[in-house]
Nanobody, 122 residues
Framework: EVQLVESGGGLVQAGGSLRLSCAVS????????IGWWRQAPGKDREQLSC???????DYADSVKGRFTISSDRAKNTVYLHMNSLKPEDTAVYYC????????????????WGRGTQVTVSS
């Protein structure tokens, strides 16, 4: 059974850091690209970063320089390290798996986790 489980969210003050984890099962990171997305209240879901199945990493301009994605293939887990957090980073954060590539559209992803809430206070 394919599962993606996010963890590591919480409440943090502006300027703080969090590390989110996406633990996957039912496939390996060599088979799927893993993307990190977020959705704030009243806004569309946006992609933040993606780790391809061959180890390439991409970032959205909105988080470049503040967020870092990494993969631990032994643990089948992808991380999102978030620094210099701002109140506008408050959202539910999701990870998703794509059999094809690090696409920019939600429909390109085959599986989604349930999300983890990140709240940044000012």
């Amino acid at each position: 059974e394919v599962q993606l489980v996010e963890s590591g969210g919480g409440l943090v003050q502006a300027g703080g850091s969090l590390r989110l984890s996406c633990a996957v099962s039912g496939f390996t990171l060599d088979e799927y690209a893993i993307g990190w997305w977020r959705q704030a209240p009243g806004k569309d879901r946006e992609q933040l970063s993606c780790a391809s199945s061959i180890g390439n990493y991409d970032y959205a301009d909105s988080v470049k320089g503040r967020f870092t994605i990494s993969s631990d293939r032994a643990k089948n887990t992808v991380y999102l390290h978030m620094n210099s957090l701002k109140p506008e980073d408050t959202a539910v954060y999701y990870c998703a798996a794509s059999r094809l590539r690090c696409g920019l559209a939600m429909w390109e992803y085959d599986y989604w986790g349930r999300g983890t809430q990140v709240t940044v206070s000012s």
